[in-house]
C-alpha cells in the first residue's frame, strides 16, 4: 500500500474515512477483499505470496492499514513480511497499545503502521520507533513517515479534507475519484528516496501504472457513528479497472 489518505473524528457522520491504494508488482498473486475462511472475522483482501494483507477491518470494528516505508539501500531477505503486522493485529486479542508494544522493529524491513478503531487509533513505524495516538484530524501516509510532504500526501489530504469539508452524506465514487488521481508532481517537488529520477515521478501520483508495478487496488473505509462499516474496494489489472465490491456490516 503506497497512500492512505485518512480523517479521524472530524466528520458529522463518519467517525473514520479511509481512502487509500495499494501499488504492488502486478505478478504478485493477490487475492480481492473478502472475508477469510481460515480467520472469518476478518474482512481484507490477501496477499497470497505472504498470507498478509495491507488494509483490513473485522467484525468487532477493528482497524488496520500498512505502508513500506521506501528505502532501497535496506535488504528483505531474512525478514518478517511486513503483512503479517495487519493480519495479526485484526486476528489477535491484544489492544491496540500491547500489539504495537510487542513489535520487535528489527523484524521487519521499513514499515508504517495503523491499528486500533474508529474511536481511538495508534500510528507506529519501525524507522523511529515509538507510539503515537492519532488525534482528530485529516491525514496523509504514503512511504516514508506520517505525513511527510510528498506532493501526493498534500495531495490526497487536501483533496480529501476539501470533499468531506463540504458532504454531510459521503459518495463512495467520490473518493474513488480521488484515488484515480494519475497526475505526476514536478520534478522540483520529488523526493529523492534513491530509485532514480525516472521512477520517482511514476511513483510522485496518487494512481501509478507502469509496465510492471502500479495501483492494483483502491480501497475505501467508511465508519459511522452508529457502529456501520462500509468497505468497498476497486481491483485494477495493468491500470484498468476489473473488479468492485462493496461490504456493509454492523460492528458486533
Request: aromatic residues 12%; hydrophobic residues 35%.
Given at each position: 500500500?503506497?497512500?492512505?489518505?485518512?480523517?479521524?473524528?472530524?466528520?458529522?457522520?463518519?467517525?473514520?474515512?479511509?481512502?487509500?491504494?495499494?501499488?504492488?508488482?502486478?505478478?504478485?498473486?493477490?487475492?480481492?477483499?473478502?472475508?477469510?475462511?481460515?480467520?472469518?472475522?476478518?474482512?481484507?483482501?490477501?496477499?497470497?505470496?505472504?498470507?498478509?494483507?495491507?488494509?483490513?477491518?473485522?467484525?468487532?470494528g477493528k482497524f488496520?492499514?500498512?505502508?513500506?516505508?521506501?528505502?532501497?539501500?535496506?535488504?528483505?531477505?531474512?525478514?518478517?513480511?511486513?503483512?503479517?503486522?495487519?493480519?495479526?493485529?485484526?486476528?489477535?486479542?491484544?489492544?491496540?497499545?500491547?500489539?504495537?508494544?510487542?513489535?520487535?522493529?528489527?523484524?521487519?524491513?521499513?514499515?508504517?503502521?495503523?491499528?486500533?478503531?474508529?474511536?481511538?487509533?495508534?500510528?507506529?513505524?519501525?524507522?523511529?520507533?515509538?507510539?503515537?495516538?492519532?488525534?482528530?484530524?485529516?491525514?496523509?501516509?504514503?512511504?516514508?513517515?506520517?505525513?511527510?510532504?510528498?506532493?501526493?500526501?498534500?495531495?490526497?489530504?487536501?483533496?480529501?479534507?476539501?470533499?468531506?469539508?463540504?458532504?454531510?452524506?459521503?459518495?463512495?465514487?467520490?473518493?474513488?475519484?480521488?484515488?484515480?488521481?494519475?497526475?505526476?508532481?514536478?520534478?522540483?517537488?520529488?523526493?529523492?528516496?534513491?530509485?532514480?529520477?525516472?521512477?520517482?515521478?511514476?511513483?510522485?501520483?496518487?494512481?501509478?501504472?507502469?509496465?510492471?508495478?502500479?495501483?492494483?487496488?483502491?480501497?475505501?473505509?467508511?465508519?459511522?457513528?452508529?457502529?456501520?462499516?462500509?468497505?468497498?474496494?476497486?481491483?485494477?489489472?495493468?491500470?484498468?479497472?476489473?473488479?468492485?465490491q462493496i461490504f456493509?456490516?454492523?460492528?458486533?
Open positions: 500500500m503506497c497512500l492512505i489518505n485518512f480523517q479521524f473524528q472530524k466528520h458529522p457522520k463518519y467517525k473514520l474515512v479511509v481512502a487509500a491504494n495499494r501499488d504492488e508488482f502486478y505478478g504478485r498473486p493477490t487475492e480481492s477483499a473478502h472475508f477469510w475462511e481460515d480467520t472469518p472475522s476478518i474482512l481484507a483482501g490477501r496477499d497470497l505470496e505472504q498470507g498478509g494483507t495491507w488494509l483490513g477491518v473485522d467484525k468487532t488496520a492499514a500498512l505502508t513500506n516505508f521506501r528505502d532501497p539501500s535496506k535488504p528483505e531477505a531474512g525478514k518478517i513480511s511486513r503483512g503479517a503486522l495487519v493480519r495479526d493485529y485484526l486476528a489477535g486479542t491484544q489492544s491496540p497499545t500491547d500489539f504495537l508494544a510487542a513489535i520487535n522493529p528489527t523484524d521487519y524491513t521499513g514499515f508504517n503502521l495503523l491499528v486500533g478503531d474508529a474511536d481511538r487509533l495508534f500510528y507506529y513505524n519501525n524507522i523511529q520507533p515509538a507510539v503515537t495516538e492519532i488525534a482528530p484530524g485529516t491525514y496523509g501516509l504514503s512511504n516514508h513517515l506520517l505525513d511527510t510532504p510528498w506532493p501526493k500526501v498534500i495531495k490526497g489530504k487536501k483533496y480529501l479534507y476539501d470533499y468531506l469539508s463540504s458532504h454531510e452524506e459521503v459518495e463512495l465514487d467520490s473518493l474513488f475519484n480521488i484515488l484515480a488521481n494519475s497526475e505526476q508532481a514536478s520534478d522540483s517537488e520529488l523526493p529523492r528516496t534513491g530509485i532514480g529520477l525516472e521512477f520517482e515521478r511514476k511513483l510522485s501520483a496518487m494512481f501509478i501504472k507502469t509496465p510492471d508495478y502500479g495501483t492494483r487496488s483502491a480501497s475505501v473505509v467508511l465508519v459511522d457513528y452508529d457502529g456501520t462499516i462500509t468497505f468497498a474496494e476497486k481491483t485494477f489489472k495493468n491500470g484498468e479497472q476489473n473488479d468492485e456493509n456490516f454492523k460492528v458486533k
